[in-house]
């Protein structure tokens, strides 16, 4: 009887799995389309106030239209990879540099716990995707529930039909930020002291600021150092100390090789007219003490982008975080009434002019950072600090 028992059961299961399985079900995420099909132009029903900032801001610029892009990315593979992103998808992504929303709000997590196996890869390349679930800081109700959308200028309560999933450890540090700005350093917790956010997209009015102020813009760059100036007269001689101190988490200035920081001191008789200048508009490289700037070079020496993942630059003189650094003189100028210091930021250093077409070759205007000016009366000598 036993046997016959164990006999029926071995049946018994043959038979079940003989039968035909019921398909699984496919979840509802998997049903719906990629978000990295997603304009832009949908996010701005919910959230106006940011989309109208991001059109404006860096991000939302069609920045590969650029000359100097244009010029650099005929011979530079890797420049895509941030300005570029998804470039395949053209139905999106139109190949103008406008990073749309889904570029960022599909960020999950750090590919490869931040160690890329591919050492090439930069931008999104170094991000594990979500094309189902919407990223953000702080999530979002989902359904019938009634809630005011961030950024949304719409006062009445509204309902979202999308799940938007919360991910501080990405969007409130600075992991959603350095895949492009510093792809060194990705997965790095002690890389910065603060995150990226907390200057470049503070928070006011419930939501954070999508014009990602930075190294274009006037108002951030004036936050950045602290200048103070001491000249004295000796007889003939004339001795100035310049002292800067990097107020930010960050060196000073950072966009890389292409911005470069300029102290220019002038000196003054006692009808305003320049006696002296340690800069030449023409020849910025004058008074090297006086420029701060990473330096990328190719082979022969000329110009040239970072290289991906790249962990020692060709020269680096910009004031590192924190750092606080004094630039000394000493001439004979016994006629100056005036001794002048200003700190500027060239949004491009001059030695990138060279990759322009030769009818724009232009050095753009600079942005002060600092300033500070002595007078010295009847040559006794003075300090402002």
């Known amino acids: 009887m036993a046997r016959n028992g164990i006999f029926f059961g071995i049946l018994l299961a043959l038979v079940a799995l003989l039968q035909p399985w019921p398909a699984i079900a496919a979840s509802p995420d998997d ?43 005929q011979s530079e593979t890797t420049c895509p990879q941030c300005h ?10 139109k ?51 009634g809630a005011i959308p961030p950024g949304s200028t719409d006062e009445e309560l509204a309902s979202n039909p999308f ?64 200048l103070s100036l001491q000249a004295k007269q000796n007889g003939k001689e004339l001795t100035i100390q310049v002292t800067m101190t990097n107020l930010l988490p960050h060196p000073f200035p950072n966009a890389g090789p292409f911005s470069m920081g300029l102290l220019r001191l002038t000196l003054l008789d006692a009808r305003g007219e320049t006696l002296w200048e340690n800069v030449e508009k023409q020849n910025m490289d004058k008074d090297p003490k006086a420029v701060f700037a990473l330096t990328t070079a190719d082979d022969l020496g000329h110009p040239a982008p970072p290289k ?11 004031l590192k975080p924190g750092e606080t650094r004094s630039v000394n003189y000493t001439m004979q100028q016994p006629a100056v009434a005036v001794v002048r210091a200003e700190l500027i930021v060239l949004p491009l250093a001059p030695g990138w002019l060279e990759k322009l077409p030769e009818n724009q070759r232009e050095l753009p205007k600079g942005l002060l950072a600092a300033k500070s000016e002595v007078k010295l009366p009847d040559g006794t000598g003075g300090a402002n600090p």
Not at 188 to 204: E, F, G, I, R, T
Not at 309 to 317: L, N, Q, R, V
């Open 31 to 73: 049903k719906k389309p990629s978000l990295l099909k997603t304009p832009s132009e949908a996010c701005q029903s919910c959230h106006k106030a940011i989309h109208q900032q991001w059109q404006k801001s860096a991000h939302g610029q069609p920045r590969t239209l650029t000359p100097l892009y244009q010029a650099l990315a």
């Open 84 to 93: 570029l992103p998804k470039s395949e998808d053209k139905e999106i992504f």
């Open 95 to 145: 190949g103008d540099g406008v990073l749309p929303c889904v570029t960022c709000h599909t960020m999950e997590s750090v590919a490869h716990g931040g160690k890329s196996n591919n050492t090439k890869a930069m931008g999104i390349a170094l991000y594990q995707l979500n094309e189902k679930v919407i990223q953000g800081p702080n999530g979002a109700w989902f359904g019938a529930k």
């Open 163 to 226: 799940f938007h999933h919360a991910n501080p450890e990405v969007f409130r540090t600075t992991t959603a930020c350095l895949g492009c700005h510093d792809p060194q350093k990705i997965g790095d917790a002690k890389a910065y002291p603060v995150s990226c956010q907390s200057c470049h997209m503070p928070v006011a009015g419930g939501f954070a600021d999508h014009s990602t102020p930075a190294g274009k813009s006037p108002r951030m760059v004036k936050r950045g150092t602290v």
């Open 308 to 318: 991906p993942m790249t962990t020692i630059p060709a020269k680096d003189s910009r």
